[in-house]
């Protein structure tokens, strides 16, 4: 039972706009959620997170946003770069825990 | 400093033969995971260890698998018995304490083919 969403196989953007990856999730006891990106024969590399007393977190050009009540985050990246080109996992755990619960991925190519 | 690192990179084994995967954290990271990702999918978690012991390990699939960490620092997955669906990216993970806020830290994969 996938209790970690992501809808989106792929999405294409052009070099300078904004990339919004998005992920839900089911499991109302996740407190914590993470992205996660990939490139290929590397391990997952973390980008950010996110707690869920907080509704917005910014890094840099990425900034994740959760709403609680839908049970939905979102990964915004501007401007977008072709070295952004990864594939990028939403990450969710329990309070109090420790298993990271894993979407399946979204595969982000960015165009120049 | 050196991140998380697993050996070997790839093993090809044949199904029946028995496998082990190393993993070296993070320096003074106590808690270590490994994961499984099968291709198209998210990685699965598998196992945790707080220290020398395995806090949690219920997400291996059977009692073919098991893990050690007898030192606190280096872990190896074991394998008996291969079959086919073990083919996956058996990632390690590791983190200075468990719990929220506490970032894993992946490795590179070993990448598993059983024939």
């Known amino acids: 039972d996938q209790q970690v969403k992501q809808n989106s196989p792929s999405l294409s953007v052009q070099e300078g706009r904004i990339s919004i990856l998005n992920c839900d999730y089911t499991n109302s006891m996740f407190d914590y959620f993470l992205w996660y990106k990939k490139y290929p024969a590397e391990g997952p590399t973390f980008l950010i997170s996110?707690?869920?007393?907080?509704d917005k977190n910014e890094d840099g050009r990425f900034t994740v946003f959760l709403n609680k009540s839908a049970k939905h985050l979102s990964l915004h990246i501007v401007p977008s770069q072709p070295g952004d080109s990864a594939v990028y996992f939403c990450a969710a755990s329990a309070v109090s825990g420790y298993a990271l619960n894993f979407g399946k991925g979204t595969s982000l190519l960015v165009t120049p | 400093g050196a991140g998380v690192s697993q050996t070997p990179s790839n093993k090809v084994t044949e199904k029946g033969k028995y496998v082990e995967l190393r993993c070296d954290p993070i320096?003074?990271?106590?808690?270590l995971y490994w994961y499984r990702q099968s291709l198209g999918q998210g990685p699965e978690f598998l196992i945790y260890f707080q220290g020398t012991g395995a806090a949690d390990d219920s997400g291996l699939p059977n009692d073919r698998f098991f893990a050690v960490r007898p030192e606190g620092s280096v872990s190896t997955l074991k394998i008996q018995r291969t079959e086919r669906g073990d083919s996956a990216v058996y990632l390690c993970a590791s983190s200075p304490l468990a719990g929220d806020g506490y970032t894993q830290y992946f490795g590179p994969g070993t990448r598993l083919t059983v024939l």
């Open positions: 996110i707690s869920s007393i907080k």
């Open positions: 320096s003074g990271h106590t808690a």
